[in-house]
């Protein structure tokens, strides 16, 4: 079945840096992938739709220079949070299809990020 | 927009109880997947539906797609420790987000020893 992985699996950074996670469909090519937030004992919320060789589509509220999306390949996402501040620490996860619209999605395994 | 009830919010049960969540709409739904995520990992697919009345089993999960289209019921049989997680149902219909779907808020799955 398709895979998804998400890497890393957590991650801890100073106020002010920047963290790059990446996704990528290991036995399928995604054109579109999402990337979503989860905050503790809540459901998943869509920030953003990641487009194979355009831009990203970005969910009302969530600011785009904070949360830099690129998908440069069938196969890889990257999401990075950009001077990341504490309010910034979450969990994020990212999912894509394999075939057509009405497909499952599959997620990866999500990163815990930290700001300290 | 289209909103999903999803209960119960928690279940606390004993190892070997049959466990059974719902997920309720105002709205029709085309599609309804059924996701169990561990603690600290990303949701994983457990079911998917793709037709009124359609009922189908993964091992001892057993989900419908109900008649109305507008609700989906996931059962578990003779749980075990390792059912502990959240369990998300999600919608697909002619609403939903740009991912397509509509989530449920989860069922935190609890056994009890």
């Known amino acids: 079945g398709a895979v998804v992985s998400q890497h890393p699996s957590w991650v801890i950074c100073k106020s002010g840096t920047s963290v790059k996670i990446e996704c990528r469909s290991l036995?399928?090519?995604?054109?579109?992938m999402f990337w979503y937030r989860q905050f503790p004992k809540q459901s998943l919320m869509l920030m953003a739709t990641?487009?194979?060789?355009?831009?990203?589509?970005?969910e009302q509220g969530v600011e785009k220079d904070k949360f830099l999306i690129n998908h440069a390949s069938l196969t890889l996402s990257t999401l990075t949070v950009t001077s990341a501040h504490p309010e910034d620490s979450s969990f994020y996860i990212c999912?894509?299809?394999?075939?057509?619209?009405?497909?499952?999605?599959?997620f990866g395994n999500g990163t815990r990020l930290t700001v300290t | 927009g289209q909103q999903l009830n999803q209960s119960p919010q928690s279940m606390f049960i004993q190892e070997g109880e049959d466990v059974s969540m719902n997920c309720t709409s105002s709205?029709?739904?085309?599609?309804w997947l059924w996701y169990k995520q561990d603690p600290g990992e990303g949701p994983v697919l457990l079911i998917a539906l793709y037709k009124a009345g359609e009922l189908t089993s993964n091992g001892r999960l057993t989900a419908q797609f109900g008649i109305t289209r507008k609700d989906s019921f996931l059962d578990i049989s003779a749980s075990i420790p390792s059912d502990v997680g959240i369990y998300f149902c999600?919608?697909?219909?002619?609403?939903?987000?740009?991912?397509?779907?509509?989530f449920g808020k989860g069922t935190h799955l609890i056994i009890q020893p």
């Open positions: 999600a919608g697909r219909g002619t609403g939903g987000g740009a991912d397509g779907l509509t």
């Open positions: 990641s487009n194979e060789g355009s831009k990203a589509t970005y």
């Open positions: 999912s894509s299809r394999e075939g057509h619209y009405n497909s499952p999605l599959h």
């Open positions: 709205s029709i739904f085309n599609t």
């Open positions: 036995d399928f090519q995604a054109t579109t």
